[in-house]
């Protein structure tokens, strides 16, 4: 099982890679959206907006990154996908090639943050942690979601079903970012710490019962 | 008496209606007369959390059986279950202007909580407009409806807790509803309130499903199998097996 699952991540590297205009397309798409807001914001903000900011970015990409990730199995592959692999090494490659391909895109916007404003966080190390959790917690979510979506024609629908429910993590990710930057006491940090990495693990599982009746034609 | 129930509800709600507005009730400050919207909003609250409850279970119900009627009630009890969170919200911002100044209050996450889950509800109906395969749309949207309900226990229970800001009662630092009701006597209404709007909330559901399963009968749907999962999933049915698959397959 752990054999296919790395090849079929791999096999989504490749495919990512061969599409350079996919990935480019969703570069210039960060580059473009936190131009527009340092222009918006006239290039000063509090720490509060921009950590707001950054994570507004960081959701709206991920919703555009991930909404394809199912599209092109959607026709023959997925017949070909089906015979070759069980549904449990489908979703865990698609998760852990999303997360992967999410937390590059959150440290992208991260550096052209900083690029535009100088405003920055004062524990990056924590802020860095949150990036990779957060990441993690928006693949389990979005992929799962995109699989729904991947089968109907309907390409807002990912943003109309995401939302409401990556509300607790992302409320929780928000509030992590700013006890990264100023935390009274070491307690708040780990409870919260700890209450995404707990939210991550359900997400995850949830996505793993579920992805078996949705893989399925 | 099959419908003792119905009659239940209308009895309770009859006593809601007549002891909510008429019944004496504690002397207040700043929530004074408004306090009889305690027999309405709040139970609104309650239907909706226990339709929401009822129709994840169907939606369960469904992934492990695949009886299209499991999902037919699914979606029923989510459409009443959207309407009693609109009364909610309604009732609520009525009270929020007379008692906090605003219709909405920043600063309150049950309000926050309760918008999420009208949301999700929203979401739902939109995914399931979105497919014109049956089963598709029923297995799809099952799924949906779980990840949601999870998403929302956590959303409802463990954010307010962490950012502590409620200005409801029992919560931030605000008194409950306990110390308010010295002589019980909103207790004695409260109660039947709820139990009353619930069976009202169950009673519309049931109507609903009635409904459904009555334009399907007419229109020649069947609703024991579904359409194309038997071919996975059981060989009970031999017949409808092979005919659908042929069926699938030229259409392909």
């Known amino acids: ?217 | 008496m099959k419908n003792w129930w119905k009659y239940l509800c209308i009895l309770l709600l009859f006593y809601t209606v007549i002891m909510g507005f008429k019944g004496s009730i504690p002397e207040l400050n700043i929530l004074e007369e408004s306090i009889r919207n305690l027999y309405f909003h709040v139970p609104m609250w309650f239907a909706m959390m226990t339709l929401m409850l009822v129709s994840v279970v169907y939606s369960i119900r469904y992934l492990s059986k695949q009886k299209i009627e499991d999902d037919i009630k699914a979606a029923a009890f989510a459409k009443v279950g959207f309407l009693f969170g609109f009364l909610g919200i309604l009732t609520g911002a009525v009270w929020a202007r007379a008692t906090w100044g605003a219709w909405w209050v920043f600063q309150e996450v049950k309000l926050n909580g309760a918008a999420a889950a009208l949301l999700v509800y929203a979401a739902y109906f939109i995914l399931r407009g979105s497919f014109d395969d049956e089963e598709k749309k029923a297995r799809f949207s099952a799924v949906y409806s779980i990840f949601a309900f999870v998403m929302f226990m956590v959303l409802i229970n463990v954010i307010p807790r962490i950012s502590n800001s409620s200005l409801h009662p029992g919560n931030g630092g605000n008194p409950g509803f306990n110390s308010y009701d010295l002589d019980s006597n909103l207790r004695l209404v409260f109660y039947p309130a709820v139990l009353g709007w619930i069976l009202l909330s169950v009673w519309i559901a049931t109507l609903l499903i009635r409904v459904e399963k009555i334009f399907r009968k007419k229109h020649g749907l069947d609703l024991e199998e579904s359409l194309i999962l038997p071919v996975i999933n059981s060989s009970k049915n031999n017949k409808v097996e092979n005919t659908d698959y042929i069926d699938f397959e030229e259409i392909k």
């Open chain 1, 1 to 217: 099982m752990l054999s296919n699952i790395l090849k079929l991540v791999k096999k989504e590297v490749m495919l990512e890679w061969r599409q350079k205009t996919a990935l480019g397309t969703i570069f210039i798409y960060v580059l473009g959206t936190t131009f527009l807001i340092y222009l918006i914001f006239q290039g000063n903000i509090t720490i509060p907006t921009w950590i707001a900011l950054f994570w507004i970015i960081a959701l709206f990409t991920t919703v555009n990154a991930v909404s394809k990730s199912f599209i092109k199995d959607a026709n023959e592959q997925f017949y070909y996908l089906r015979s070759v692999a069980t549904p449990l090494e489908i979703i865990f490659s698609k998760i852990i090639y999303n997360a992967l391909l999410i937390s590059v895109l959150a440290l992208v916007i991260y550096a052209v943050m900083i690029l535009f404003f100088n405003e920055n966080i004062s524990d990056k190390g924590l802020f860095l942690l949150t990036i990779i959790l957060g990441s993690i917690g928006f693949s389990n979510l979005f992929t799962l979601l995109s699989a729904i979506t991947a089968r109907t024609q309907n390409f807002v629908l990912l943003a109309i079903l995401g939302f409401p429910i990556i509300l607790p993590l992302l409320l929780l990710i928000v509030k992590m970012s700013e006890l990264s930057n100023f935390a009274i006491q070491d307690k708040d940090i780990y409870m919260n710490l700890g209450a995404i990495g707990l939210l991550d693990v359900i997400t995850l599982i949830l996505s793993v019962v579920l992805f078996p009746y949705i893989w399925r034609d």
